[in-house]
């Protein structure tokens, strides 16, 4: 078959379009029936969830204030938000998880903005511009290679990725709710540092389920820095330093809700520290400020 | 005197010729309809007005929920708990708009995948890909803005969480985040302005490239399935 020019190539596809509109079938009846059909599943589909929903946390006592949670498809609401509360275990909805991993994925600070910026972006772009970049004029799936590659890898990726970030602690890393947690795996800490209870993975610094500091050191360290570890005196109240201080003395070396070794020490100011640290403190670090 | 009526079926075509000699409604709608498809369309191709039918359920259950929606931080979470308790088949709105919001996406992703693997994003529908690529990154902004709306713990935390993502882009990123929380926290400001873009902005918006992909659609006709067998023969066309 000799070579067509991309024109003729257009050229032959109209004609062939043509011929199959011409002697194809009315889209009422037809199209339209099996379109109904399809929309009506939908639909019934989406009622059926609404009501599933409804009937699992009907169920749970109107401890109204706390939020109406349980239930195989989730909580109805949560309690009302509060800045206050510092310990939150943050997840997206679920079709944003993959989004999620990947920037767990790129957890180190260096590397963030390529989960978070640069990753996404060329998604986009190949996802706009694909029509000009798979040139193939060919629509047969034995002839499109490539595009069958994609096509299969692409959805593995996307479908291993929801399924890891489902498994992930919250976005800060917290998978605990102990006072401190949360300001601790959404602040700067979780990027240098490996604790458990918080969820976090960083490796700039010592693993405290290693270093497992008591609560003088932790507070010294966290107030005035040394070596690679900054000084956070002027960025955060002396209570909030001490229950950053007590939360890490209390819980690394911890195994699940027993805490680690040097939690005697804490006990004096911790979690009160953490109470009168007040109620911006892991919001703000949250929002990085 | 009743001889001067005409039979009732002539009565019943003065509205519908009226308004089709003033606008050509009618006949557009005759070509709708009875414009041909490919005689071996699949099933797969109808998850396009699967969608339509989503988006057109989202709009109602969305506008039946912000006659009892505040945004406010401090009645917003109030008045959720009121559709979701108390107000007569509120749950079932609610619930409605937010399993459709999921179900959207799963449809979005199928219909994507469809469209791919059919070739169909191949000449002469580019612009019909286009239209949906954006149409998909922005019902995703759509299922951004709506999560913070409950303003329970998880909306508030799972939006500080986004919004920090953008904001580790370099230059623009800070800006940006900036601009969504309307400063550097959730506050007032933030709620009402995920508000108007989740019911004002992006929905209008999505409706106009809804509507430039479903004209682009009927102006190009579907594709028939790559696999199928009507070949043109000598002569035909
Ligand atoms: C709210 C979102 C959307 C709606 C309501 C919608 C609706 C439709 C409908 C009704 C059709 C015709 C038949 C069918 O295949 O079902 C269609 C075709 C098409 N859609 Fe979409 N769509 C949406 C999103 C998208 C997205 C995200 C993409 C891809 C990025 C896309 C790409 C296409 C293409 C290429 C066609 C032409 C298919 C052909 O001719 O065989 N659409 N769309």
């Known amino acids: 078959m000799p070579r067509l020019t991309a024109r003729e190539r257009r050229e032959s596809y109209q004609r062939e379009y043509a011929f199959q509109k011409k002697h194809g079938k009315s889209f009422f009846p037809n199209a339209v029936f099996h379109d109904t059909i399809v929309s009506l599943i939908v639909v019934a589909l989406i009622m059926g969830m609404a009501i599933l929903w409804h009937a699992q946390f009907g169920s749970v006592p109107g401890e109204a204030e ?26 997206p909805e679920w079709y944003f998880f993959f989004l999620f991993e990947l920037l767990r994925l790129f957890k180190e600070p260096a590397l963030l903005i390529v989960g978070s910026v640069i990753i996404p972006t060329i998604w986009m772009v190949l996802l706009i511009g694909w029509p000009f970049i798979d040139r193939n004029p060919d629509r047969r799936l034995s002839r499109r290679p490539i595009a069958l590659a994609l096509g299969v890898m692409v959805p593995i990726v996307l479908l291993t990725l929801t399924f890891y970030g489902s498994k992930a602690p919250g976005a800060g890393g917290a998978v605990s709710t102990e006072p401190g947690a949360a300001a601790f795996a959404n602040g700067p800490c979780s990027t240098c540092h490996t604790l458990a209870n918080a969820g976090t993975a960083g490796n700039v610094g010592p693993v405290l389920d290693e270093a497992k500091p008591d609560y003088e050191t932790a507070l010294n360290l966290i107030t005035n820095g040394k070596g690679g570890m900054p000084a956070f005196k002027g960025q955060y109240t002396a209570d909030q330093i001490s229950c950053l201080a007590g939360y890490v003395a209390t819980w690394s070396g911890a195994t699940g809700t027993t805490p680690g070794p040097s939690a005697p020490s804490a006990k004096a100011t911790y979690p009160a520290s953490c109470e009168a640290a007040g109620g911006d403190f892991a919001g703000v670090a949250a929002a990085g400020g | 005197m009743s001889t001067l009526l005409p039979p009732p079926g002539e009565i019943a075509k003065i509205p519908v ?35 339509l039918t989503v988006f057109i359920l989202q709009v109602t259950t969305g506008i039946l929920l912000a006659m009892y929606y505040q945004p406010d931080p401090d009645t917003a979470w109030t008045t959720i708990k009121f559709i979701t308790d108390d107000a007569t088949l509120g749950w079932l709105v609610r619930g409605m708009h937010k399993w459709g919001s999921s179900v959207m996406v799963v449809l979005l992703f199928l219909h994507m995948g469809r469209t791919f693997l059919f070739g169909a994003y191949k000449y002469p529908r580019e612009m019909t890909w286009i239209t949906g690529a954006i149409i998909f990154i922005m019902v ?78 009927v102006r190009l006709g579907v594709t028939s399935p790559p696999w199928s067998r009507m070949q043109v023969t000598e002569g035909d066309v």
């Open chain 2, 140 to 217: 995703m902004g759509m299922s951004f803005t709506g999560y913070l709306l409950v303003f329970d713990e998880r909306a508030y935390w799972a939006t500080i969480v986004g919004v920090n993502i953008n904001g580790t882009a370099p230059i623009l990123g800070p800006a940006l985040s900036w601009i969504l929380m309307v400063g550097p926290q959730i506050s007032t400001h933030t709620l009402s302005r995920f508000y108007a873009l989740h019911m004002l902005v992006i929905p209008s918006l999505l409706g106009g490239l809804i509507f430039v992909h479903m004209l682009l659609v």
């Open chain 1, 66 to 91: 706390a939020g109406r949670i349980g239930g195989l498809l989730g909580p109805a609401y949560e309690a009302k938000a509060d800045p206050g509360v510092l310990a939150y275990d943050p997840r």
């Open chain 2, 17 to 51: 010729d009226w308004v089709e000699e003033r606008s050509g409604l009618v006949s557009f709608g005759k070509f709708m309809l009875f414009r041909n498809v490919p005689k071996d369309i699949s099933w797969l191709q109808t998850l396009g007005s699967a969608l």
